[in-house]
């Protein structure tokens, strides 16, 4: 995590909507530092859909505000190996999807305005 010389003010919350004021104010991120960048990484379970199996997976997202971007990786496994990878980003105001099943084939590939 990385963090600017900036400190959180009132004013700066003053925009958002009333829920997430009160929340920002519960949370006593008022007079902290702003955070420019987060990485998290874990470990879980994943499914695709209701109807399918829950798999393992492990994941790194990574968060920035100035710019404005994220990433989202991860593989998933089944019995032990690799099924599928994948990636979900947003930088310079485009987003994109994109996954591979045994790190062979494109099982998606999305971009364009509703991705972004």
């Known amino acids: 995590m990385t963090m600017s010389e ?3 003010t009132t004013e700066m ?3 958002l909507p ?29 499914r695709r859909g209701i109807d399918q199996p829950w798999l393992p997976i492990r994941a790194t997202q990574i968060y920035t505000t100035r ?16 099924l599928m990878s994948g990636y979900d980003r947003y930088a310079q105001g485009r987003g994109h999807m ?8 494109t099982i998606f590939d999305a971009r364009g305005d509703e991705i972004d």
């Open 6 to 8: 900036h400190t959180i």
């Open 13 to 15: 919350i003053d925009r």
């Open 18 to 46: 009333e829920p997430a004021r009160r929340y920002m104010r519960w949370t006593g991120v008022i007079g902290k530092p702003w955070i420019d960048t987060v990485r998290i990484r874990y470990t879980g379970r994943f």
């Open 67 to 82: 710019p404005p971007a994220f990433r989202w990786q991860a593989r998933l496994s089944m019995w032990g190996l690799p």
């Open 98 to 105: 994109y996954g591979k099943i045994a790190g062979l084939f």
